[in-house]
């Protein structure tokens, strides 16, 4: 299983209702549907990625989270999951509130532009950071709204979002002891786990 | 003529016919007592009887699907890009079954076939069916080619109507259902277009209120009209701009009534071509089932109440270009599965062809379907158990 699937799944619960916004090529799902038994569906854009769904025999629909989410009800998933996605969409604060209006609850995961190789980077290059997590240009990238894990902690706070649980890792998704001293800085990724309060 | 069969095609083939003497009871309360229906089928059936897969026609389909019926054809079956060996629903897995649906004028019984108690042609008192009779009749179809249940029941506009009827109506007896370029009802503006397509038919003095056969005419100009209508709502505006722009049948403008440019010409030609091998009769009738559709009316008008009686899992897919079943059609279908909590996956594939598209061998459309495809066929059950 992939490291970031082995933190996202430990976050749902067995039997329950996923949806999967930006699924990829639908591991994610996959892996729930096989081991824990859970109903869900990915939401994805890209050609490839949803022919891939469906060849994994995961429920896949075509649609573009820049649209909304208008066509689920209110409390209807029980959780709703976003893996590296949320950088990339044109309004990640109201995409949250309709994570979190659809869902009970929301995973979310997306990368630090606080972590100290980006701050470095743009501290003595001059230059927006490129990394292995975002190996984009400027110019050309796909995320177009980069936050740092304090930026998205006070997001939360005005939106009235509960954190349940936040995980902070490492560029290939493992946990270490010097991240847990000073995650801010020295974390890659983190995994959140939300909900209304 | 094709000179050579190509690899991917299932080839010759031989229509059949069926006779049923089961009386059928229509949605209309009127009783078909006894009726034709005539197939086609490509590849084999298995020993289990579980890798038959239905295809349901649309508006002016038949039961050639797929493959020639002599080396003299110019043309092969209408659904030839999607049948066949490798092709995406792959002959060498599974066993195809198409047929021309009630009503119909090739083969089945319809308004040109003879009434066994007057020993005329039906005309217009051939019963009005709707889309739950046909599903009705490919059941007891079915049933005589001894299949329980289908591994896939498949079908575009028209065709995907009958699908999602097989799947509300028989859920037990179908494990997956295709449904392209469909919808769950007509709108307003598609009863619309229907009704002037009638009109343009019924008032063409030849008609003779449907017992044209009987006067020795046949509505000749109605029919293209109505076909030219059709033919208009099935292409797209890009479409037609592509394949004709403005361009004139002479190079200059003649200031005359007769077609002038190519788009003119075109829709004689396709209207031209469809009145002599289409039946009027037919052609109003299949349009009346057409608007009939409704299967929530049911149920409250709660589609998901409705297909919430469905058991066999979706693919839904439609074209961005088609305004006929435009893709906001689908993806209602699609919300009402999803509230239904039923297995759905939909995928709207970028196409410039309008409606027309779901005949056409578009890379992105094909791959999809074929990757649906192979997840029927790895759910075909087995001798002695599971897959």
Known sequence: MRDDHALIQRGVKPGSQVLDLGCGQGALLQYLQQHKNVRGYGLEINPDNITACIRNGVNVIEQDLDNGLRNFEDNSIDTVIMTQALQAVERPDLLLDEMLRIGNEAIVTFPNFGYWRTRFYLMFKGRMPMSETLPYNWYDTPNIHMCTFRDFEILCREKNIKILKKTVVDGEHKQHWTIRLWPAMLGEIAVYHITRK | ?387
């Open chain 2, 1 to 387: 003529m094709p000179e050579q069969i190509p690899n991917d095609s299932v080839g010759l083939v031989i229509p059949k016919v069926h006779h049923f003497d089961q009386p059928l009871t229509l949605r209309s309360g009127r009783v078909l007592p006894s009726y034709d229906l005539v197939y086609e089928t490509y590849g084999e059936l298995n020993a289990d009887h579980s890798n038959a897969v239905l295809i349901c026609h649309a508006l002016s389909g038949d039961h050639h699907a797929a493959g020639y019926h002599s080396m003299e054809d110019k043309k092969p079956g209408w659904w030839d890009s999607a049948i066949g060996p490798g092709k995406a629903i792959d002959t060498n897995r599974f066993f195809v079954v198409a047929l021309n649906n009630l009503g119909g004028c090739a083969g089945s019984s319809g308004p040109t076939s003879i009434n066994p108690e007057t020993g005329k042609p039906w005309g217009p008192d051939f019963p009005i069916v709707a889309v739950r009779d046909w599903v009705n009749a490919q059941a007891r179809l079915a049933d005589v080619l001894e299949i329980d249940q289908w591994a896939a029941v498949v079908g575009g506009s028209l065709g995907g109507m009958q699908v999602l009827r097989w799947s509300i109506q028989f859920p037990e007896r179908l494990r997956h259902a295709v449904v392209i370029a469909s919808a769950p009802k007509l709108s307003a503006q598609n009863i619309a277009f229907n009704e002037v397509a009638r009109q343009a038919i019924a008032k063409d003095p030849e008609f003779h209120d449907g017992h044209y056969l009987e006067h020795g005419t046949i509505p000749k100009t109605g029919l293209m009209q109505a076909r030219m209508l059709g033919h208009l709502t099935y292409l797209s505006d890009d479409a037609m701009k592509q394949k004709f722009g403005r361009e004139l049948k002479e190079g200059k403008l003649n200031y005359s009534f007769a077609p002038e440019f190519q788009v003119e010409s075109y829709l004689h030609y396709q209207g031209e071509k469809f009145s002599t091998r289409f039946d009027a009769n037919t052609y109003m009738l299949m349009t009346k089932a057409l608007d009939y559709f409704d299967p929530a009316a049911d149920y409250d008008n709660d589609l998901v109440q409705c297909l919430s009686q469905a058991q066999c899992d979706f693919l839904v897919v439609s074209f961005t270009t088609d305004w006929r079943f435009s893709p906001e059609r689908s993806q209602e279908i699609v919300d009402a599965l999803m509230h239904a909590d039923k297995n759905v996956s939909y995928a709207c594939i970028e196409s410039d062809n309008g409606h027309d598209a779901f005949l056409l061998p578009i890379p992105r459309y094909l791959d999809i379907f074929s990757a649906y495809m192979e997840r029927v066929a790895a759910d075909i059950p087995t001798a002695g158990g599971q897959s």
